[in-house]
């Protein structure tokens, strides 16, 4: 009976040593974390799975052994493999085909069987083999203990001495480069990108809150440019994101759905500064826009400002599946009282790390672009100062409609807060000389809803709540200060008005333009510094001649305004099997949303906002007044066609674990059963 045990467990440490290793493989050959502890770090975890595993299988093989008296040791050691390998392999296959094949739509029974098949012919094939290689072969050593102590040991030492290399590099890059500025164009600003994640724009002072939250920021509206319409591209961090830095809708940069990666083939922000000799970092605090998804393309330091890892793990070792089992028990030891770094890091400790980045640069005179990317007030919504408590939608997906005016005064609080925070950075800029001469660019990657239209949080909707959120540019020496643009501009454009700024040559492919072009500057100028009104020409009898002025005007040209300045604004999202995408133009919106979207979405919306800022008369199907629902959609939908017709594919990757679970205690997944193996 003990020898049954014994083979149970034998095949159940390299069966989960093999599943450790291949993991780590996958993790480390695809998106690249700079160091390799992954290895050695499955190759424990997974053994010890696998021996506990194993154990339960040895039991089992000792009562199947009384009852076929003629299981043999090589079929017993066979089935303690498979009883580690299937189980695990099974679940995360139907996991990654669902995420990849069917967009989270559900595996159809013909994918089930699809997936059963392949692994039933995995047994079979092990349990013919295996029993060959056990006697036929050296490998017979394996079915005794000493054989197979000695083979783990080979493995583990391999797999050390692979991770444990040095590599002679920093995992984020170089923080200071060589004098790249030698090469950027002289009189081109330093440039800093504050992306503050879910910041909805009627929570600051300089948007009309009236309730203090944000003076610092406010103050940074004064000395630069507000844009009172700037829309997003999509209402989620990924695709949002994908969308600022390259300057394309989500249907052009195809980074829309959850297993969708950032496409090599686009060219980025940090990809355009790189070249015309700026020193570029980057301080991601979500693991949205990471090297997990290819986010790090172009930036010379790139520094993912990860929660806390558990168990000694690295950044490679922490997208294993198994690491989640240890992050499990400690997220029940802990339940009730949360602590922010095992989500996000806060503020304080982002903006610590920008300040290492910019002194270094500042030391060895390179110009520098820097993306600065604050969590607060994405959720959990934590009380300040902290205090364990905590409202997150990974434990609290759907909160009574009643609790949104608690969950918006803890939101409210959360954007004092980093507000607070960014106020001690920006002080720090001007101490240092650092703040008069450099282009400072606040915004935000999408909104948050509390109950507008019946829903919480973000990602499935595409209503204003969540796609109008704030834009403030302070130019070097604060040109333009104190103006406020009232024309509609988008996402899309930051990148080009950045690389404007920076005397860049832009990209053939991206669609957005400066914000800053001559006619909107010329506009802003004239409304900062109203020109006298024109002097009328006389007619004969000494009486100002209208008319004449019109022909005179019309000589000149076209006249521009606000409205001909404003931009045709298209989002689009496919996020958890809702398939929306949207234009706001002249002020109408339009919404299309898929047939049975899970949000319970009507598939056609219009709304005219100038009388209805918030969305709530949908007029689609019924009088439209002077907005026109054909033309909205005829032209979103060439919009979006002409943004997919380009050389770049999709990008899907294999989802990790971690990189789940991540994902799913902020809110962006609802299930992490087949990454994690459970």
Known sequence: MLRRVWLGISGGLLGGTLVGIGEALVVLSGASTGEYQALVYATVLYALIGVAMGIGVGIGLAVLGMVFKKLSDPRAWSLGFLGVLVPLGLVIARYVVNKVVYAEQGVPMTGNLAILGAFAAIALLTLWLVPIVLTKTPLRMLAEPRGTAAAYSGILTLAAIFSFAPSGEDP????????????????????????????????????????????????????????????????????????????????????????????????????????????????????????????????????????????????????????????????????????????????????????????????????????????????????????????????????????????????????????????????WMREEGAWDNTLVVLTADHGEEFQEHGGWWHGITLYDEQIHVPLIIKPPGRELAGARVPWQVREIDVAPTIGTFAQAELPPTWQGKDIFDSDAKSTIEQMLNPPPPPVLPEDEDGVADADNDGEAQAEAGPVVTPETLARVAVAEQNFEGNDIQAIRKGGCKYIEANEGNPRGLPTTALFELDGDPTEQKNLAGGDAGRCDPSALQSEMKDTIATSADNEITNDEGEMSCSDCERLMALGYMSDCTGPCGG
């Open 172 to 427: 984020a890059g170089v923080l200071a480069p060589e004098n790249p500025a030698t090469d950027a164009p002289g009189g081109a600003p330093d440039a800093v990108l504050v992306v503050i994640d879910t910041l909805r724009s009627d929570v600051l002072g300089a948007y009309g809150d009236e309730g203090g939250l944000s003076p610092n920021i406010d103050k940074v509206a004064a000395e630069g440019v507000l844009f009172e319409e700037y829309i997003t591209q999509a209402s989620w961090t990924r695709a949002s994101f994908a969308s600022l830095y390259s300057s394309m809708l989500p249907s052009g940069h195809k980074c829309i759905l959850k297993a969708e990666n950032l496409p090599d083939d686009v060219v980025t922000l940090a990809e355009v500064m790189d070249a015309h000799g700026y020193a570029t970092g980057g301080l991601p605090n979500n693991i949205n826009v990471t090297r997990s998804f290819n986010f790090q393309q172009g930036f010379d330091y790139f520094s993912y400002q990860a929660p806390s890892y558990i168990a000694g793990a690295a950044e490679s070792s922490a997208q294993l599946s198994m690491y989640n089992v240890l992050r499990k028990v400690r997220d029940k030891v802990t339940a009730g009282s949360y602590t922010v770094t095992d989500y996000y890091q806060p503020s304080e400790v982002v903006l610590e790390n920008a300040r290492g980045f910019i002194e270094a640069n500042r030391e060895k005179n390179n110009r520098y672009f820097l993306v600065v990317h604050l969590m607060e007030p994405h959720d959990p919504y934590f009380a300040h100062p902290y205090d364990g408590n905590a409202v997150g939608r990974a434990w609290n997906p759907n909160p009574d409609p009643s609790e949104a005016p608690r969950l918006k005064e803890l939101y409210r609080n959360e954007v004092k807060w980093v507000d607070q925070e960014l106020g001690k950075f920006f002080d």
